[in-house]
């Protein structure tokens, strides 16, 4: 089953390459296709943060993985499969992160802490509701941790 | 900017029409297209939840809102951007859930608390990491947590 797939927005951001870490205290601007209008953003600013759903347009299609493989080639951490970690060389190529809304202006919503680069095509928005955040106890392994250290760090 | 997704997987669940509420109880299995081995589920069993991207393949397209709506066209709700609401009809029609993982089996991931409909094609699977939570204080309109408020119950 194949769908197509459209920008609604293109990532502004001083980010211009591929970086592993340090996306805490980046601010960027989503700017919006010219298909809307400011009405689409209507009512955003009464939230704090939002989820953005990007494609990772860079990723060479030859290079996705559809099995396993070490998270960022670490030999020392497990093998695992491409949908039990967030590596970017997946199938369809589609990154997902939430994002503090620092304002929104017009057609423009400007984000901290989105891990995109400059030029990334935005394929959806949605407002972060409490209710949708993960229900009852939360684990994950000691590597996804470790990974996960210094990624949203300022 | 255009770019085509395919299914990585399918849903089977005992949901087969769409239902505004009440998701929380629900069991389904996300079913790996044959395209995958067992291996791209390698250690999601670490985790206790994943996000689940989906198309809501049985939205007309000629019914995306692309401008602001009236959520759940409840009038007495404010009107606001496709962008600053989670409803379906909306550009591109991914949907997004974090979901309980219930067990791995195979290819077959079963997870409770997904808000798709039977036959729905997936888009991508990735596990829950906490650093991925809102940072700093959440807040959301009043009318969001009316909609929300048995929308994951049992």
Partial sequence: MKAEVAAIATVR????????????????????????????????????HVEVLFLMHRVDAAKIEKGARHPREREDWPLV??????????????????????????????????????????????????EFAPIGVTRQPEWATELMRDYFKD
Same sequence: chains 1, 2.
């Fill in 13 to 48: 951001s001083p980010r211009k390459d591929l970086a592993d870490d340090f996306w805490g205290a980046v601010e960027a601007d989503i700017v919006l296709d010219e298909a809307f209008d400011e009405t689409a953003f209507f009512g955003l600013d009464d939230f704090t």
């Fill in 81 to 130: 499969g491409i949908f039990a970690q967030r590596g970017k060389a997946r199938p369809n190529r589609i990154g997902l992160t939430r994002a503090m809304i620092v304002k929104v202006v017009g057609r423009v919503l400007t984000v901290r802490g989105l891990d995109a680069i400059d030029g990334t095509p935005v394929l959806d928005v949605k407002p972060w509701m409490d």
